[in-house]
């Protein structure tokens, strides 16, 4: 079954913080501060798998303000999403604005003027892979006090807050995560540069599958 709730929370960015060292010296999240009308809500940003043995990777990008139609004119608060699409729900393997150019469509590589086409329509945005201080690093830029952001995922139980600020589907069978997969459920981070468009920070982990079913679980090699 997927999430038990899900959503996007709209306001502006107080502040930010990393989660203190653990014993092994590792930050587990980036946290935000942000201030809408409901009060100062904490979003924990996963920006490690909290498992040696599993990476984070990330990625960061620039969209229109349009194409997160209707999120942006719904204003500040908390919003639930129903999980499909065109309801303003994010998800990184079916999004037309966030999955990755499919290679697939092309048996050898395409003449240069056609990838060239190709970038301009729909710009490649590939995973990076490292640290979770890497992924922090990357996040922190985009992270400015006063301006507006939209973080996606899963609304605390109690309290005010967010997280599961990551994809959420593609956890392997048997994993503790596995009953929490589903499609159109992905959380990630943006927020408004000055221009109006947004900068997006997706982050998933390295256990994810990057091809999934209709429920969200890994998708079997065609």
């Known amino acids: 079954m997927p999430l ?21 010296g ?8 942000v201030d809408a009308p409901a009060g100062r809500y904490r979003c924990a940003v996963d920006v490690d798998s909290k498992q040696s043995a599993t990476g984070v990777q990330w990625k960061v990008f620039v969209l229109a303000a349009s194409i997160l139609d209707p999120v942006p004119a719904m204003g500040p608060g908390y919003h639930e999403l129903w999980p499909s699409s065109g309801s303003g729900a994010l998800d990184y393997l079916r999004h037309p604005a966030l999955v990755d150019r499919p290679g697939c469509l092309f ?50 139980d109690h309290g005010l807050g967010m997280h599961d600020v990551h994809q959420n589907q593609g956890d392997p069978y048997g994993s503790q995560w596995w009953p929490d997969n589903g499609t159109w459920q992905d959380g990630a981070t943006l927020t408004k540069r000055p221009d109006g468009r947004y900068d997006v920070f997706l982050n998933k982990f390295t256990s994810q599958a990057d091809r999934t079913d209709a429920n969200g679980h890994p998708a079997q090699a065609p």
């Open 26 to 33: 590792r930050w587990f999240h980036v946290n935000l501060e």
């Open 107 to 156: 048996v050898r590589r395409p003449p240069a003027r056609l990838r060239a086409l190709l970038d301009r329509l729909h710009p490649p945005h590939p995973w990076v892979s490292g640290s979770n201080l890497d992924a922090a690093r990357a996040l922190e830029p985009l992270l400015v006090p006063g301006r507006e952001i939209l973080v996606f995922g899963e609304p605390f």
């Open 4 to 24: 038990d709730s899900y959503g996007v929370l709209s306001g502006t960015l107080h502040r930010h913080f990393r989660d203190r060292p653990d014993t092994t």
